[in-house]
């Protein structure tokens, strides 16, 4: 045999620069400079000026800590939502934003002056306010930076800023807008109150936490009865607050309750038995007395006062109805202390009080419950305001005055200063530190919360807002707007945001009940917080009516100096000059209260989409509906930002501020569980970043079922990393592949085999999946359709047939310039389907093929070309393929075969579409024939193999000579 000569020289294999290698974290900051340099954001604007609008409101983070997993999550899936709708040729600018104001960053001011013992009281206001201010600042510039590394693309260099003058004139500005409505009222009324922080916490800053309490039970002595009776028996409560005893003003019994009255003959604790301090106390405050309880509830009452082992003998005396119950008053067990503690205490009929738990007779005061509050305010009871800011008693109380904290597990103990009392003047029947309950807490402190009436600022959401009048002068649009919503609308506020709500798009549908089921039952809004860094409520009371003033020009002077000089302008120095000639000082009080930071971001919508001062947010003129198509944030802003931004625009402007609202859930570990700092558990996206690159994470974020909680860790990125490398390997084969290609090398679609048309066919299938996932913010399913188009269509079936093709055929042959062709129309719209997600990839990949070009990320969704296929008929020749491949794999594996090119395929006899020698192309085999039988069978060829493609065909005479396509192909490149 002569010797053969070496055709690889003469193989067109791919050819491209592009790196296997990705190196992320190396790469991007260069490109993300790049971006930033050219101008993109800018460009992009310029590009789509003109064309429909899409507005993504921006949520504000808290500018407080680095960014966090969640944070990253966020803010990618807004930009993918604002990338995938410039991509379909809309107009979508994204302006990022910041909370600024509040509580958080206020406890951090406070920390580092605890650390170098300055107290906050002794600094001027404007002082500490201007240190919140730097502190916010540092912290909007920090998540900045990091916010960016993600590939976002936004108006970075102007951002919104709730501190921002401007913004903080356009929150008075619409708080200024309720109080002309006459949308605000002044009340007491008992609301979550943070002993720690010093102020009222609204729902959102509120978590649940499990924890474990001080029940008591105690006896109130009945003074008064019409059944004869009850007087001198005691009735029982239950509570788990035993703080609360002091503030006592009534007992609440259910009109339906079934009530006994027993007589203790005998009664001995199981654990007091053998202590001769106890035993006697238990037995004077329990034996010969008589109990009233609720009949369904004796056992557990009488298990609690004598403890498991104990013993107990009573006698019953009288039966009846809670309703038999009313003109009964009892007296507090404290009643020897004179005053507010020897007033009598009524029983009143309350429809909340069950038999689930306790006594069924229930203690009322009216300070620290909202049912107390309603039930002893329809009796002419008022609340006594007993317990201050930081939860001690006030000094001047007769019961522990000056003592607490409240929320202090020692102060409520069975051996704290309540309970001993309690005891030693008779009333305590059982205390034991031992039950286990779901209990609010601030979410930032992590402390306890307590109900607590206080004067507070509230917007109710049940008053008709046609009673109100309106001024006739509007005030830099205070006023007008608000008569127009409601001038042919008598509904509430809650029914409002109820209509607006059902008019609105949740992504996922559940999203609706949940909120609906938040506006539907929740109380007035709290409006106010006694803090300093913050919104003032900016309203001046008359100290004789208690009314605010309501003058449109007074108002338009306070909006206009806090446009000048920020929050600051509300100080007792400016409060003259605001009220103006025809006010005196003196008869008003200048409230000092700050707005709940929901306030502030739930007025957003006014001054970043409203104002101009981002003119590509604003709609065209006549433009009538919501400011922005879409909120997007986590589920827990359901109770947060979604709702106080719906109250807010509806009541101001009688709809929502947007069209659709789209929730994500919340990230858990790899395994399932919460991230906390305690249990090790975080991801930091800072440190993904570092060693994977962003590009990761954003495919991450993309991929998980982001409506659901979803999970991360080492495991999950390295499996997100591999799905990675398989899209980067597409893209490196397209390049390669396409290495050289020209427009005249073009091939008409229809002059394009079979094979081209149906992968045509099915990248239109994954467009029309695609704009279904963009249209439904399902990006779950986009990245699926995208990441599963390039594995099994391309690299498994198309590229892997096509090989040959490319590696060997003539560069003229019509059947590589069209799948050359085909390639050219996947790279340009594979390029822009993945571009929203793999933003500094597919800027590369660009750059690679075309390096003088504008950015990737200025193209619009492709256009494709139509092609005509039998999508039957090729699903039917993949399945048949699949069965080829698992029959040819033993023999592989057993050596019988090196590769499938050896194959001769057997299939069972039948009607074929396609011709044999098309089936050994698309099977990649030496031969397909038919025979008798139901099985695929598979046999070693005998021909020969092709020294240049390696087929084995029968024109090939030896190993190593030519088949007849090669032999030309070689002749015209020897020629040449």
Known sequence: MSEQRDYRPTVFLPK???????????????????????GLYEKLRAARAGEEKFILHDGPPYANGDMHIGHALNHILKDMVVRTQSLLGKDAPYVPGWDCHGLPIEWKVEEEYRKKKKNKDEVPAKEFRAECRAYAQNWVNVQ???????????????????????AEATIVGELLKF???????????????????????????????DITSTQIDVAFEITESPIKELIGAYAVIWTTT???????????YGPEVEYVLSAVIVAAHAAWKDDAELQPAFVANTVG??????????????????????????EEIWSGKGSDLAGTVARHPMHQLGGFFAEPRPFLSGDFVTTESGTGLVHMAPDHGEDDFDLCKAHGIEPKFVVEADGRYREDWAWLGGQGSVINPKFNAPDGPICTDLREAGGLLAASADYKHSYPHSWRSKAKVIFRCTPQWFVPMDKPLTTLEFPVAPLDGVGAAVAAVVSANSATLREVALQAIAETRFVPDKGRNRIGSMVEGRPDWVLSRQ???????????????????????????I??????????????????????????????????????????????????LESGRWPELLRPEGYEGPPADLYLEGSDQHRGWFQSSLLESCATRGHAPYKAVLTHGFTMDQKGMKMSKSLGNTVSPLKVMEQYGADIIRLWALSVDYTEDHRIGDEILKGVADQYRKLRNTFRYLLGALDGFTEEERLPVEEMPQLEHYMLALLRDLDTELRRATDAFDFNAYVRALTDFCNEDLSAFFFDIRKDCLYCDAPSDPRRRAYRTVLDTLFHALIRYAAPVLVFTAEEVWQSRYPDSESVHLLVWPELPVAHAAMADWNGLRELRQKVTEAIEPLRRDKTLGSSLQAEVILPEGPMVFDDAQLAELFITASVTHAKGDEVTVTATSRHKCGRCWRHLPEVAEDGALCDRCESVVAEMDAA
Not at 597 to 608: K, L, P
């Open 559 to 608: 909006v206009a100096a806090v446009r000048e000089q920020g929050v600051d302008a509300w100080d007792d120095e400016n409060a003259a000059a605001l009220l103006g000639p025809d006010y005196d000082l003196a008869d008003y009080e200048r409230i000092t209260d700050i707005l709940d930071v929901w306030f502030d971001s739930g007025s957003t919508h006014a001054f970043v």
């Open 289 to 314: 007395k008589q109990f009233l309880i609720a009949r369904s509830l004796l056992p557990q009452f009488q298990e609690r006062i004598v403890g498991k082992g104990g013993s107990l003998e009573i």
């Open 16 to 38: 491209t620069d592009f790196p296997m290698k990705a190196g992320l974290p190396q790469k991007e900051p260069g490109i993300l400079a790049r971006w930033q340099a050219d």
């Open 242 to 252: 035993p703080w609360t005893i002091p503030v006592n003003q009534a007992l609440a």
């Open 144 to 166: 900045r930076e990091q916010l960016k590394r993600l590939g976002v693309n936004g108006d970075w260099d102007h951002p919104y800023l709730t501190m921002d003058f401007q």
């Open 531 to 557: 803090r300093a860094w913050g919104v003032p409520i900016t309203l001046f009371v008359d100290r004789k009516t208690g009314q605010y003033l309501n003058d449109p020009a007074v108002n338009a002077r």
């Open 179 to 209: 109080a002309e409505a006459g949308q605000l009222y002044r009340g007491a009324k008992p609301v979550m109150w943070s002993p720690v922080e010093k102020t009222a916490l609204a729902e959102a800053e509120v978590e649940y936490e």
